[in-house]
């Protein structure tokens, strides 16, 4: 056996993912207020990184749907437009009610064992814990429990510590003084109500239809989940990265310059402390760093402003018209026309909402494949979505539109759609069937 060594020289070319790529492969799919809170977190690192918000002093310019400089405006400007959209914060669940037992309870041990009442409240409104376990974190007996429950249910709004729906809404109808025999009977028979079964209702409650109409009434105006009105009292809400505007020219992208923050190198600080030898490695170093990150976030900007602009030329007939007019379009039809990657654009349009004449979406939501049509432009599946969504609300409630009547009367129309697909996405738009709406219109007409 013969053993010979050789050498080969091979050349190949191979991507090396550096530290700084990853990073600024990070920015594209972070939105403006995340970049902020990047780059704010780097200038506690860096001395010569600071961040401020952009004034529209750059130009990241492109022929189409882009930024008109008369109409772009200051950054007070911009934040009118997204803050006059946003709601008042409402205060959370938690405090609302923690202030009320202040006020309740003035004695000490009273106000901690509330306080493990209000641990075990659900975002809903409810108890989320069995009676039993509740006492025995409270150091209570059965009793006492039940009775330090009687004195919480008595904050407002009314429901709140109920352990059933049924429980929930007595606490309501009794805080209303509403509460009569029919009215008990009615609580204690939820499920028939449930399965719109009126003429059993009836049977069981001992009364007719006319006497047990204005009982439904009563009850509809209830809230089931008294708690659900805080559940978003603390959520800030997220104020979008581009913005369309109709302009004299056409659609118009602008970014959102309220929340653009835009990286500043200190570069006359880097010169005063440039002498010092000790020093000169570390600063020549952090120097190289606040520059990348400086053309990073240039780059990650204008690369949003391109795919938000070739978006908004492709769905020209949506901001016209609406979400019925949304044309088919894949992340690769976006690459291509812009020159990037198809994994560049996924990224870009992760992240970065987009606020439209026709409302705030996110730039994901505009891609759709396109469906079977007999025309020559294929329907895509966001408008067919939404066509299933306008047939059912213009429906007859009380007759509603099966899977299958919905699938003929969107195939007649031009696009192929089969029974299963209706059903696919209505599930996806979180619509009830044929039978449950019917069920609901019945009690509603109750």
Excluded at 358 to 379: I, M, R, V, W
Aim: with cysteine.
């Amino acid at each position: 056996m013969n053993f010979q060594v050789s050498q080969q020289i091979r050349q190949s070319q191979s991507l090396v993912m550096t530290p700084q790529l990853q990073q600024a492969i990070c920015l594209l799919q972070l939105g403006n207020l995340d970049l902020r809170a990047f780059i704010e977190n780097e200038a506690e690192e860096n001395p010569f990184v600071d961040v401020r918000v952009s004034k529209g002093e750059q130009d990241y310019g492109r022929s189409l749907a882009l930024p008109s400089q008369s109409k772009g405006g200051s950054a007070s400007d911009d934040f009118d437009y997204i803050g006059s959209r946003a709601a008042d914060n409402l205060p959370s669940l938690y405090g609302h009610v923690s202030s009320q037992f202040d006020l309740m309870f003035t004695d000490p041990r009273d106000r901690m064992v509330a306080e493990v009442f209000l641990e075990a409240l659900e975002p809903n409104g409810w108890l989320g814990e069995e009676m039993e376990l509740i006492a025995e974190r409270a150091g209570l007996s059965i009793e006492d429990a039940e009775e330090m429950l009687h004195l919480v249910q008595r904050v407002e709004p009314a429901g709140l510590f109920a352990r059933t729906l049924s429980e929930c809404l007595s606490i309501q109808v009794e805080e209303k003084c509403l509460m009569t025999p029919l009215f008990r009977s009615l609580l204690d028979n939820l499920p028939m109500l449930a399965a719109a079964d009126l003429n059993g209702l009836c049977r069981v409650c001992g009364c007719t239809m006319d006497e047990l109409k204005p009982v439904l009434k009563e009850l509809r105006s209830l809230n089931p989940k008294p708690g659900t009105d805080f559940i978003y009292g603390d959520v800030t809400h997220r104020e979008p990265d581009l913005i369309v505007s109709r302009g004299a020219e056409g659609w118009q992208v602008d970014l959102n310059r309220s929340t653009l923050p835009a990286v500043v190198v200190d570069e006359d600080k880097a010169q005063q402390v440039m002498h010092d030898r000790t020093a000169s490695t570390y600063i020549g170093e952090r120097l190289s760093v606040a520059r990348w990150l400086r053309r990073a976030v240039e780059h990650r900007n204008q690369t949003t402003l391109m795919v938000g602009a070739e978006i908004v030329r492709r769905q020209t007939a949506f901001l016209n018209d609406g979400p019925a007019h949304i044309v088919p379009m894949t992340l690769k039809d976006v690459a291509d026309a812009i020159g990037v990657h198809e994994s560049t654009v996924s990224r870009v349009t992760t992240g970065i909402l987009i606020v439209t004449p026709q409302g705030t979406f996110g730039l994901k939501s505009f891609f759709s494949t396109a469906l079977a049509s007999d025309t020559e432009n294929a329907a895509s599946s966001a408008a067919v979505r939404h066509r299933i969504q306008k047939l059912v609300k213009d429906e007859d409630p009380m007759n509603p539109l099966s899977d299958d009547a919905i699938a003929k009367v969107i195939s007649e129309e031009g696009t192929h759609l089969a029974r299963r697909t209706v059903a696919k996405y209505r599930d996806m738009l979180k619509i009830a069937s044929s039978f449950q709406r019917k069920r609901a219109a019945k009690l509603a007409q109750a």
